[in-house]
């Protein structure tokens, strides 16, 4: 996007790294509206990169609705959504993005009464499917320490039939149901009196209770509140190094600005500057006609 002041020449810009927003979310709720996130009175209060705190009274009525509502009408550089991931236990999630790109949307929480989760991992209860035979009437309770940085869904599917010590198998999938291990074809053993390993420090344990049939279908919700790292876009021009908080670069060169749109590290593209013949032939013709007018 040259203006009329850029400088003729041709530029080698190198994208190293694109600016991002900062993007931290909290743990499931019930509902987004009824539920309060505190039980008494007390605070909530965060900054944005160096802006200055932001400090908000919150009491037992407080819902995540009505926080997100406090947040968005301050216009304190934060947008609050509420999102509804789907989950069957606790799908509702408040979702802090950062307005500023780069390191100057940092989200920095200060004080936090309420129960939201915004600084630790999640492991979620284990869930049976709705549609799971009646056949089985143990519990299945998950644990563990989650490790991954993907927010995420463990899937078990039964694939052969029978009872919590080792006869009944199954099949796991860590990316919500895209695609599963079934331990190439010979499934993995549901045993009981002791954890389930599933990746990344999520487990669960079946109580031996009943028959799992074939098809019944058990999840676990991972959490990481880290959504989204806030970084500045990184590139290099002309061989130097420059940093930026936003994808929006106006001030390198005079007259100049341009739109960092992905990274492409070792890949160098040259970006000219020309003057345009057309508009100068144009402004010159009426030039010249605007003169002989007035001569006339």
């Not at 040259?2 to 509902?31: C, K």
């Not at 209860?125 to 519990?139: L, R």
């Not at 880290?226 to 060169?253: C, E, T, W, Y």
């Amino acid at each position: 996007d040259p203006g009329p002041s850029a400088p003729v020449g041709t530029y080698e810009l190198e994208v190293l790294q694109v600016a991002t927003n900062h993007r931290i979310a909290a743990q499931g709720f019930v509902d987004d509206s009824s539920t309060g996130i505190i039980a008494g009175d007390g605070k909530f209060a965060f900054t944005v990169g160096d802006e200055d705190e932001v400090e908000l009274d919150i009491n037992g009525s407080t819902s995540l609705r009505a926080l997100a509502t406090m947040i968005n009408d301050g216009d304190y550089g934060v947008q609050a959504d509420i999102v509804n991931d789907g989950s069957p236990l606790n799908p509702y999630r408040m979702v802090f993005t950062a307005e500023k790109s780069g390191q100057d949307g940092f989200i920095t929480i200060t004080q936090n009464d309420s129960t939201l989760n915004l600084d630790t991992t999640t492991i979620e209860a284990a869930d049976a499917d709705d549609d799971n035979s009646e056949d089985y009437n143990g519990v299945v309770t998950s644990g563990g320490n989650y490790t991954g940085s993907e927010n995420t869904t463990y899937v078990l599917e039964v694939i052969a039939e029978g009872a919590a010590d080792g006869t009944a198998k199954y099949r796991i999938s860590t990316d919500g149901g895209l695609t599963f291990d079934d331990n190439g074809g010979f499934g993995f053993d549901v045993t009981s009196g002791g954890p389930i390993g599933l990746g990344n420090g999520v487990t669960v344990n079946f109580e031996d209770d009943g028959t799992l049939r074939e098809g019944d279908t058990f999840t676990v919700d991972a959490f990481n509140p880290l959504l989204a790292s806030p970084q500045d876009a990184i590139m290099r021009v002309n061989g130097i190094q420059i940093r930026k908080s936003s994808n929006r670069v106006a001030d390198v060169f005079e007259g100049l600005a341009f739109d960092l749109k992905s990274a492409s590290p070792g890949t160098k593209v040259n970006l000219s500057v020309t003057r345009d013949p057309g508009s100068v032939e144009e402004s010159v013709t009426a030039f010249v006609g605007a003169y002989n007018g007035v001569i006339g």
